[in-house]
């Protein structure tokens, strides 16, 4: 079965700080991984994903990801955050058929 | 751009209501799904559709049915409402079956049930 845990509930930075955001994935088979954003009172909108083309994933807002297999992880980052990147941020792992399955997701703040 | 929409952003039924969450979208997509979400639970999947009345039971199907008589329509129903189904209900399509097409998400319903 395949499971995605995302550490850390909340996690608050201060403005131009580094946003690490991290997942670790269980997959029997190669994963497909996804990054999606919440803003309150939104719908979730896709960062990235990674399908197996490259390790690193560039995604929107300045967004990136990267694929380690030997750690199983796919952790979310970003060089400096930005004001408008509070939200809650959400990993993924897709089956074979395309369901989702997500981590519990991570609150980010970020202080002036 | 894909556009899913939801037909109410809050709602608020009583227990043992009847209960119908509408959800549309505009490009022609195969899948649609409808995902409850809970504060550190992530997004659950009740039920998603491959087709048009086409149905398979997700991880918490208990307490709702769905509806897909056309492709572009997904509804979401609760037969008979209860306080623990008291949550933000979100749906989203897929282009096709596949583990690389992402998902797009409409903005959700609060639904509260008293």
């Known amino acids: 079965a395949q499971s995605v845990t995302q550490l850390g509930s909340h996690v608050s930075v201060s403005e131009g700080a580094l946003v690490l955001l991290r997942c670790n994935y269980s997959?029997?088979?190669?994963?497909?991984l996804f990054w999606y954003v919440q803003y309150p009172n939104q719908g979730l909108q896709l960062l990235l994903k990674?399908?197996?083309?490259?390790?690193l994933v560039k995604g929107i807002n300045g967004f990136e990801a990267e694929f380690k297999k030997s750690e199983t992880s796919f952790h979310l980052t970003k060089p400096s955050a930005h004001m408008s990147d509070a939200a809650e941020y959400f990993c993924?792992?897709?089956?074979?058929?395309?369901?989702?399955?997500f981590g519990q997701g991570t609150e980010l703040s970020v202080k002036p | 751009d894909v556009k899913v929409t939801q037909s109410s952003r809050y709602l608020v039924k009583r227990t043992g209501e009847k209960v119908f969450l509408e959800c549309v979208q505009d490009?022609?997509?195969?899948?649609m799904f409808w995902y409850r979400q809970d504060p550190g639970l992530g997004l659950r999947l009740i039920y998603f559709?491959?087709?048009?009345?086409?149905?398979e039971k997700g991880d918490i199907p208990e307490g709702y049915s769905v509806s897909r008589e056309k492709k572009e329509r997904f509804s979401l129903i609760l037969e008979s409402a209860s306080t623990n189904q008291t949550s933000m209900y979100l749906c989203?399509?897929?282009?096709?079956?596949?583990?690389?097409?992402?998902?797009?998400f409409g903005p959700g319903t609060r639904l509260t049930v008293t």
């Open positions: 989203a399509s897929s282009l096709e079956s596949g583990a690389a097409y992402e998902q797009y």
């Open positions: 997959s029997s088979v190669p994963p497909y």
């Open positions: 990674y399908t197996s083309a490259a390790t």
């Open positions: 993924a792992v897709s089956d074979l058929r395309g369901k989702l399955i």
């Open positions: 490009m022609d997509h195969e899948n």
């Open positions: 559709s491959y087709d048009v009345k086409m149905k």
